[in-house]
Each structure stands twice: as structure tokens, then as C-alpha cells.
């Protein structure tokens, strides 16, 4: 299977150039301080940078606060203003989770693990079929993603190198941790070859991609919300089986890894428009899940019917 597998990035000595350095020093950093600090302290640590940053990014606040009125319109604006608070802790906590993704060992990795439904995925691996991760932007999606390989179930990541090579070379590693494998984002063919072979493959069909490609349906409160048709360009072709994800973290600091429910039979896979407001019913059941962990930062809402963009977030 390492014909459609992204190449594991080798270690050079050209790796240790002095423009690298700041890359190393802050995932060392990084890595030191979750494996050295207590769980709670650490995370406490990343939500606490979270709420700091919402004074550097206002934009973002900006951003989050026009996403969730126009994805709640009832809620109120005090709701709102504590749920963008909230959000942006999470967004801190984000970078501690990335952390113990990349950096923990399997044994206490697992230890934060809750697998709270995922016999549907059990199902699907046990009939050697493969199955589509229909997974959202979650601010903890790392863990999500590790959670099921250390649970004896991982998959494929659709994957953009990064032009860094040192952080690449960290990144890649801490991606294919347990078991996960990674596949490049473009090229489609190779996602269906994996389907094909049964394995399982992530897939994040929830956020706003542009005009190409994509159809305007209903998510959350706004009746035209551009839509990707990737996952019906995925799933028709590859006869694979649909499961939403997910990964949310708990009050008690755990992880809830779930996937519970097969949607194939009834998702309309050669009527694209149909497909992709089947399927956002299912991504707003997951999201409200853990609505704070979701990453409202990103302008989710940005491209409009008439092919503009952004005039929402002005």
C-alpha cells in the first residue's frame, strides 16, 4: 500500500541550518512542557494563552462573533460573547492538544481516551469495507484523529506538506503516530484506491472551500452556505460506507471518541446538491456535540450565491 502513501520526510543534516532552529526550539519547547507539566496545568495553560490572543487577533474575534449570529440567529448576544470567549480558549488549548498528540507516548495517551460509541467504524472494519471519516473542523481534531488509532482503527489524513521543512519533518511524525497514514489533499484518485482497499480515510467536508467544486445548501442558520461536493466525488466512485466522527473533549478533560452511525444507504450520492445538505445535517449533530470546540475563527460563511465573497464579514 506505499504506492499511494505521502513519502515519511528523512532526516538530513541540512535539517539543522540555523534558520531551522526557531522551529525546533518552539516544538521542544512544546514538547517539554506537556510531557514534563500536569494534563490540567498544561491545558489550563493553552486555554489561558487562548483568551490572551483575543486581544492580539481581533479579526478573528470579529470573525467568530459574525459566524455565530448568522449560524444562531436566536442566540443571544451575551451567549454569543461567551461562546467567542470560550472559542478562543479552546483555540489555546488547541496548541496543548496538538502536543500531546505529537509528543505522548501510546500508554498515556490512551489513559485521556473515552470510546464512547464507535460500532459502526468496529462494523465496517470487521466486513473489510471502507468507510469514509466525515469528521468537522474541531479545535482538538489531532486527538480525534490519534484517538482512533490507538483505539486499533486508523486511517488515512488528507494532508498538505508543509513548506517548512523542519516542521514538516516534526509534523509528518506527529501525524502518523499509532498507525495513521497520510494522503495528499489533491489527489482524489488516491483517496479512492484507499477506500477501495478498505481502509479508512478522514475527510473534512465542513468549511467554506470557494465556488469550485461546491454547491450551496443549508448549515446552521444560513439557508445558502457554500458546500464542498468532495464527498460525493469521494464516496460514489469508491462504494465506500459514511461515517461522521468525532472526538470532543469532555468537563473532566477526557475525550469522547464516537462513531456511531453509518449514513451511506440514504445519502444521495449522484445528486450533489442533495448529498451536501444530507450530509450538514449530520456535521451541525456532531458540532453541537461541543459547539465552543469548533473552529469558528474561520469564515465559514464567506462565499455568496452571486460568486462574491467576504462582504458578510465586513
Not at 539543522?16 to 517539554?32: D, I, N, S, T
Not at 494534563?39 to 470573525?63: A, D, P, T
Amino acid at each position: 500500500m506505499n504506492d499511494y502513501k505521502i513519502g515519511k520526510p528523512a532526516f538530513s543534516v541540512a535539517l539543522l541550518h540555523p534558520k531551522y532552529w526557531g522551529v525546533w526550539f518552539g516544538f521542544g519547547l512544546l514538547a517539554a512542557l506537556v510531557n514534563l507539566l500536569p494534563y490540567s496545568v498544561s491545558l489550563s495553560l493553552g486555554r489561558s494563552l487562548g483568551k490572551i490572543g483575543m486581544k492580539f487577533g481581533k479579526k478573528r474575534v470579529h470573525i467568530a462573533r459574525t459566524n455565530l449570529r448568522l449560524a444562531f440567529p436566536d442566540m443571544s448576544p451575551d451567549d454569543v460573547e461567551a461562546m467567542v470567549v470560550e472559542n478562543f480558549k479552546n483555540t489555546g488549548a488547541a496548541l496543548v492538544e496538538s502536543g500531546i498528540t505529537w509528543f505522548w507516548p501510546t500508554w498515556r495517551f490512551r489513559r485521556i481516551l473515552i470510546e464512547k460509541d464507535i460500532s459502526a467504524l468496529r462494523k465496517h472494519a470487521e466486513n473489510n469495507q471502507g468507510v469514509l471519516l466525515c469528521a468537522v473542523h474541531a479545535l482538538n481534531l489531532e486527538i480525534c484523529a490519534r484517538g482512533f488509532a490507538v483505539l486499533g482503527l486508523p486511517g488515512y489524513g488528507v494532508y498538505r506538506p508543509h513548506s517548512n521543512p523542519a516542521y514538516e519533518f516534526i509534523q509528518y511524525r506527529g501525524r502518523t503516530r499509532n498507525g495513521n497514514k497520510l494522503v495528499y489533499r489533491r489527489d482524489l484518485k488516491q483517496m479512492i484506491r484507499v477506500l477501495r482497499k478498505g481502509e479508512r480515510l478522514f475527510y473534512l467536508p465542513d468549511q467554506d472551500y470557494g465556488h469550485n467544486k461546491s454547491v450551496f445548501v443549508p448549515f446552521f442558520g444560513v439557508d445558502e452556505a457554500c458546500t464542498t461536493t468532495g464527498t460525493s466525488l469521494i464516496a460514489y466512485p469508491s462504494k465506500c460506507a459514511i461515517v461522521p466522527v468525532s472526538g470532543f473533549r469532555t468537563a473532566q478533560g477526557t475525550y469522547e471518541i464516537m462513531a456511531d452511525i453509518s449514513i451511506e444507504e440514504q445519502y444521495p450520492q449522484k445528486d450533489m446538491t442533495a448529498a451536501a445538505a444530507y450530509l450538514n445535517n449530520y456535521l451541525e449533530m456532531v458540532i453541537m456535540r461541543a459547539p465552543a470546540q469548533w473552529m469558528w475563527l474561520h469564515k465559514r460563511f464567506k462565499s455568496l450565491p452571486d460568486g462574491t465573497s467576504h462582504t458578510r464579514y465586513q
